[in-house]
C-alpha cells in the first residue's frame, strides 16, 4: 500500500493517489491530471476509481478529465446529483482496492453531500481518513457554501456537529487525517499550516471537537466572525456539479501568442480584463495602463478568483517568457477558462513600437518609517481585518484587498497614499485596481508591514493589542 498526499500551495489544497496491487484511487484530483496518470504508470496500476469529498467551490476538480481518460469510475457520496455520469456510494459502502478497503462515512454539514473515505491497510486495520472540507487540521468546513439547497448555514452547522460527534469522533485515535485544504484556503476561518494530523490529536487540539460543546456552542464558534465567501466559489462548484471544457481544450485556447494588433483590437473591449501576472517588481517598474497584477509568485489563483470575480470574464495576458502554460493551467485550476492569448514578445515589444508604460513608485519599509518619524502621512493598509486588528500603524485605513473593489469609494486622502500589505505583494495588487479605478499619487511600501515591524520600534509597539503609534518609533 502507498498513500502519497500532492499538495498545491497555491490552492492550499492536497489531493491523494493511493495505490495498492496494482490497482490505484485519486482522491479530489487537480484539474490537470496527467500526473496522476504516469504515477499509475510507473507502479503498474490501473486507476480504478476516482472519489469525490464533495462539490468542491474553491477549485475546479479534474475528475472529469480522469475519468475519460481512465475508465476510472468517479465515486460521490450520498445527495450528490451531477449533471455527468458518476456512482452514489451509500454510507457505509466499501470498496476493495488491490488488498485494502475504502469505506464511505457520509458526513453533510459542510455540504449536503459531503462524504469521508476510511482506508483500512492489508490486515483490515483503520488506517487513514480522508476527510474532505468536513475536518481540517485544527478546524472543520465552512457550512455556506452548498450548491443548492433549502437549508440555512445555521441548519447545515448543525447536520455538521452532528456528523462529527457520530460519525468521525467515534473512530479510533491513530487514524491518520488526510483533509482536503490546509492554511491558506478560504473553506474554513484558521486552518492548520500542518497537511495531515491523527485524529487523536484533533481530538484534543482542535476546538470544534472539544467534547464539552454543545450544538448551540458549536454553532456559534463556527458561524462566528466568518467572512463572505470568495465570489468565484459558486461558479466553481457549480462546474464541478455540472460538467466543464476539457483542461487540454482550455490551454490550447488560451496559448496563443497575439501581435500588438491583435492584442490592442482585444483591448479596445471594456469587458476584457488585462492581467499582468510577471513578478510584483516588474509590474512596478512597467506596466500596460489598466491592466491588473496578480503575480504567479504568489497565491495566483486563488486571488484571481477574488479579484476577477466572474469565471466568465475574457482575460488578456502579460505573462513572463516560458510561464505561459503555467499560467494558463493555474487559472484553470479556479475556472477561468476565457483567456483569449498573450502579448507575444511582452512589455517589451509594446515598448518598442511606442505604446505608453506606466510606473509605480515605490519606497522601502526602512525610508517609509524615516518619513513616519517626521511627517503625519496617509497610509493604506490592506491586510486582512484581523492581521489589522493584531497590529497595525497608528492613522492608517484598513481595506482589505479581497474587499478593496467594494471599498475604494472609502478612500478619502491629500497628497500621497502610501500602501502596504504584510510582504509587498499584496498592496501591488491594490494598487493596480486603484490605479485602474482612477487614483493617483500611490506608493507602494516594497517589502510590507514585516520589514516595518524590524525598524527600531519600541517594544510596547509589539503588543497584540496595540497599534504601532508613530511618535515611538
Known amino acids: 500500500m502507498k498513500i502519497e498526499q500532492i499538495y498545491t500551495g497555491c490552492l492550499s489544497q492536497g489531493s491523494y493517489y493511493i495505490t495498492s496491487e496494482n490497482e490505484a484511487v485519486i482522491i479530489d484530483p487537480l484539474r490537470e491530471t496527467q500526473q496522476y496518470i504516469e504515477k499509475a504508470e510507473k507502479d503498474n496500476s490501473k486507476i480504478k476509481y476516482i472519489f469525490e469529498t464533495h462539490f468542491h467551490a474553491d477549485f475546479v476538480s479534474g475528475h472529469i478529465d480522469l475519468a475519460r481518460k481512465t475508465g476510472a469510475k468517479i465515486i460521490y457520496g450520498p445527495e450528490a446529483n451531477t449533471d455527468y455520469p458518476v456512482y452514489n456510494a451509500k454510507d457505509s459502502e466499501i470498496f476493495s482496492v488491490g488488498k485494502i478497503t475504502i469505506r464511505t462515512i457520509h458526513t453533510p454539514g459542510h455540504t449536503p453531500e459531503s462524504t469521508c473515505y476510511l482506508l483500512s491497510d492489508e490486515n483490515g486495520k483503520d488506517h487513514a481518513i480522508f476527510t474532505g472540507d468536513t475536518l481540517f487540521i485544527g478546524d472543520v468546513g465552512r457550512p455556506d457554501l452548498a450548491t443548492s439547497s433549502n437549508t440555512t448555514s445555521e441548519d447545515l452547522a448543525k447536520i455538521l456537529f452532528d456528523s462529527l460527534r457520530n460519525k468521525i469522533m467515534p473512530l479510533e485515535d491513530h487514524i491518520i487525517v488526510y483533509p482536503a485544504h490546509g492554511a491558506g484556503s478560504s473553506c474554513g476561518k484558521n486552518l492548520s499550516k500542518e497537511t495531515f494530523s491523527t485524529l487523536g490529536v484533533q481530538k484534543k487540539t482542535n476546538y470544534a471537537l472539544r467534547e464539552e460543546m454543545s450544538k448551540d456552542e458549536f ?79 504568489g497565491s495566483f489563483a486563488p486571488w484571481v478568483g477574488n479579484i476577477i470575480g466572474d469565471v466568465n470574464k475574457k482575460i488578456l495576458l502579460i505573462v513572463p517568457d516560458g510561464k505561459e502554460i503555467e499560467t494558463l493551467t493555474r487559472l484553470s485550476r479556479v475556472g477561468f477558462d476565457n483567456c483569449l492569448g498573450f502579448l507575444k514578445g511582452g512589455i517589451t515589444e509594446w515598448e518598442n513600437l511606442g505604446n505608453p508604460t506606466i510606473t509605480i513608485e515605490s519606497i522601502s519599509s526602512k525610508k517609509f518609517v524615516d518619513i513616519l518619524k517626521m511627517n503625519k502621512v496617509n497610509l493604506l493598509d490592506v491586510r486582512t481585518n484581523s492581521e489589522f486588528d493584531n497590529k497595525h500603524i497608528e492613522g492608517a485605513l484598513n481595506h482589505p484587498l479581497d474587499k478593496l473593489k467594494n471599498s475604494f469609494s472609502e478612500i478619502k486622502y491629500e497628497d500621497n497614499l502610501y500602501v502596504h500589505c504584510a510582504g509587498g505583494y499584496r498592496s501591488v495588487i491594490a494598487i493596480s485596481i486603484l490605479m485602474k479605478l482612477g487614483f493617483k499619487g500611490l506608493t507602494n511600501i516594497t517589502e510590507g508591514f514585516n520589514e516595518i515591524l524590524k525598524c527600531d520600534l519600541n517594544e510596547n509597539c509589539y503588543n497584540s493589542t496595540e497599534v504601532l503609534n508613530c511618535n515611538n518609533i
Do not use: C, W
Open 219 to 297: 454553532v456559534k464558534e463556527l458561524l462566528d466572525g466568518m467572512p463572505l465567501p470568495p465570489k468565484y466559489f459558486k461558479d466553481n462548484a457549480m462546474m464541478n456539479k455540472t460538467g466543464y471544457n476539457s483542461y487540454e481544450d482550455v490551454i490550447k485556447q488560451g496559448n496563443k501568442s497575439l501581435t500588438i494588433d491583435e492584442f490592442k483590437n482585444h483591448l479596445n473591449n471594456p469587458e476584457i480584463i488585462l492581467l499582468d501576472v510577471r513578478h510584483q517588481k516588474d509590474f512596478m517598474n512597467k506596466h500596460i495602463p489598466n491592466s491588473i497584477f496578480i503575480g504567479l509568485n
